[in-house]
């Protein structure tokens, strides 16, 4: 099993449409966690974290399942601006203790007019 | 500009060359971290530094690759004798003992 797994898809919505993108891990000591947003040919970045059950901010909202080890990101009246790839990120996802960041592959979502 | 940066931006080198990539963390970061992303994945770590002790590799990091920090600020990353697998983005990131970590631009480099 990968350490950190997501949907690819391609994601393909209208602009105000609600999307949700998955993403499940397999350290279940794994205490935090992110979303990165990565838009074309340009670096990750931070988008939200993730430290208890949940967080919300704006249109965004992020969900921790520990039991079920996934965590989800929601996207709430899209934007063409929200078209970008949505990385889910684990810390230390292999159990070691330096802060190093495991990725999934991304989810590539596209809002389109 | 106070965040991350990287340079060159760009890299096109022939097989068998050797390549030296430098980053420059956000001042007073005392973490930082190499990546690498191919097309159609996410970022994969390669090696970490605290100040400038190298603290862990990855098995991705090959004898050809090599990194350092000599004075716990800027790093450099040389891949000897490249490969054509070894066309990618590589990126690299800083953080201040917390998880989060914030990356640069990235240097693409392309083996021809």
């Not at chain 1, 397999?26 to 059950?53: G, H, I």
């Not at chain 1, 991304?106 to 809002?111: E, R």
């Not at chain 2, 991350?4 to 097989?15: C, F, G, M, N």
């Not at chain 2, 390549?19 to 770590?45: A, K, M």
Request: proline share 5%.
């Amino acid at each position: 099993r990968k350490e950190v797994e997501q949907d690819p898809g391609p994601f393909n919505v209208p602009e105000g449409a609600t999307v949700a993108f998955n993403c499940t891990y397999s350290n279940s000591a794994s205490q935090s966690f992110f979303w990165y947003r990565q838009d074309c040919r340009k670096e990750p970045k931070l988008l939200m974290s993730v430290y208890s059950s949940g967080n919300e901010d704006g249109r965004f909202t992020a969900q921790l399942n520990r039991a079920s080890q996934y965590i989800s990101l929601l996207i709430r009246d899209s934007k063409l601006s929200d078209s970008a790839t949505y990385l889910c990120v684990v810390p230390n996802a292999g159990g070691t203790s330096y802060g190093k960041l495991t990725f999934g592959q991304g989810t590539i979502l596209t809002v389109h007019p | 500009d106070t965040g991350v940066s990287q340079d060159p931006r760009h890299k096109i080198t022939k097989r068998g060359q050797n390549v030296t990539f430098r980053c420059d963390p956000i001042s007073e970061h005392n973490r930082l971290y190499w990546y690498r992303q191919t097309l159609g994945q996410g970022p994969e770590f390669l090696t970490y530094f605290q100040n400038e002790a190298q603290l862990e590799k990855s098995r991705l990091l090959s004898d050809r690759f090599s990194a350092e920090r000599p004075k716990g600020s800027f790093s450099t990353l040389e891949i000897q004798r490249t490969e054509q697998g070894d066309s990618a983005m590589y990126l690299c990131a800083s953080s201040h003992r917390g998880d989060e970590q914030y990356f640069g631009p990235g240097t693409r480099l392309t083996v021809t």
